[in-house]
DNA sequence: CATCATAGATAGTTGCGCTATCGGATAGCG
DNA sequence: CGCTATCCGATAGCGCAACTATCTATGATG
């Protein structure tokens, strides 16, 4: 097919294929003259696949270049495909240096020794745990830390049944591919099922409950800024 | 407080403390006369909490200037706030409407009925889950959603645990924002958490042999892009 | 053969998160 | 009182990311 037909078959412009064809997200269609290419059925998968990581992951073109570069690079070490996808779907920027930041990167040492997981020190995944942590503590809930276990034993729940998945898939190219679609696109479908269970949690707990202590007209007392001395 | 304190104990250049006090994430500060204005501990606070938002938690200045505003609301029923504000948790952009996306919504009421979650179909939360699983669906995925059960149970621990820590915080102003931090940089905590016991599982499974994968190399500079292959 | 689509190149647009500069006011010190 | 550092508020500009638009030469197609 051409290229008009792919845009009407993904619903991605025709400008847009051909920037991702520039960056290097989608391989240029095959050239049958100098004006001429055309597309197969890999091409709409992997548009697909673009469009799944941009719009539901949320990764920026340039990760999904170097995902997805990974991905293709054929004859490499299966688990070092896995690992190089893996190390690329986290956060960005550096983290900063400060007191809580080292406090939180030892915690997460001492988890994953806790835990038997095989990481180490540099693991993106290690350092992105830190930062988050580092943040908690910096906005005054470092007591946030005491649901680290619970948070891993779900986190190893999920992981486990995302391997399980992804093993019962076939060859090593689609077993990749389920690896990276797994992560990003399950970390949304976690994320949003979590808000889910949060919503009906605190529906039972606060709702209706505490409605009545709300103050009536406006006695409320400083505006603007919440502020309480504690 | 002036501003320049205020900047220098948040490490938040004044003119970006300016923008944000513009955009509504800040209030400003007391005006003692027309161009001096004083800060106090609660700008401290909040703006640390806008810049964990913003880089741990990826959210939109936007967002942030929705869910601030939320929960600055006085008078408000509690259980409506935390909605409020979990409402804007989510992702941008509209649900697209084909036959994925259909069948996607389906399978998302079922289990919200299944599990009997208090949740309304119009629920943010129920539309990204729904957006997720359909992505799942176009890539070919749809195998995916056998896992759900396990996600979801997973997604309970996860809401109960967050739901045990809210409701051990005191007042009302900083039980909200412990629903928004928990929510957020909870997110990001999981996320991490996820990933490190993905690595693990993988190398059980086909690594086989744990190589190394990104060196640390260099020292502490600011990282990101680590490009080579070893 | 007339029209349409296409490849490839380059330039422009939009949105976002800042950042720089300016024209006045003070603050605070000697 | 003078002096400098700082501040306020407003406006304009910057840099990046993800497109989007336009142009030319060429080939496809009925």
Redesign the interface.
């Known amino acids: 097919m051409r290229v008009g037909e792919l845009s009407r078959r993904t619903?991605v412009p025709v400008p847009t294929i051909k920037y991702y064809v520039r960056e290097g997200l989608l391989p240029a269609g095959e050239l049958s003259s100098p004006n001429q290419a055309h597309y197969d059925e890999a091409h709409v998968?992997r548009l697909?696949?673009i469009?799944?990581l941009l719009?539901?992951g949320?990764l920026k073109v340039?990760a999904i270049a170097?995902v997805l570069g990974a991905m293709d690079d054929p004859g490499r070490?299966?688990?070092?495909v896995?690992?190089?996808a893996?190390?690329r779907?986290?956060?960005?920027?550096?983290a900063?240096?400060d007191a809580e930041a080292e406090a939180a990167g030892d915690v997460v040492q001492r988890l994953?020794a806790r835990?038997g997981?095989?990481?180490?020190?540099?693991?993106?995944?290690?350092k992105?745990?830190a930062?988050?942590?580092a943040?908690?503590s910096?906005?005054?809930?470092g007591?946030?830390f005491?649901?680290?276990e619970?948070?891993?034993?779900?986190?190893?729940?999920?992981?486990?049944?995302?391997?399980a998945?992804v093993?019962r898939q076939g060859p090593v190219e689609e077993l990749v591919e389920?690896?990276v679609?797994?992560?990003v696109?399950?970390?949304?479908?976690?994320?949003?099922?979590?808000?889910?269970?949060?919503?009906?949690?605190?529906?039972?707990?606060?709702?209706?409950v505490?409605?009545e202590?709300?103050?009536?007209?406006?006695s409320?007392a400083g505006?603007?800024?919440?502020?309480?001395e504690?």
Do not use: C
């Open positions: 619903g998968r697909r696949l469009r799944a719009e539901v949320g340039a170097e070490p299966l688990h070092k896995l690992g190089a893996a190390d779907l986290g956060t960005e920027g550096a900063d240096d994953i835990r997981w095989h990481s180490h020190e540099a693991d993106p995944a290690a992105d745990l930062r988050a942590l943040a908690l910096r906005v005054g809930h007591a946030f005491e649901l680290l619970e948070y891993a034993d779900a986190a190893e729940v999920v992981a486990r049944a995302d391997l998945y093993d389920s690896v679609i797994g992560t696109l399950g970390e949304a479908v976690f994320s949003a099922l979590r808000r889910l269970a949060h919503v009906d949690a605190s529906a039972r707990v606060f709702g209706g505490e409605e202590r709300v103050e009536p007209e406006g409320a505006e603007g800024s919440a502020e309480r504690a």
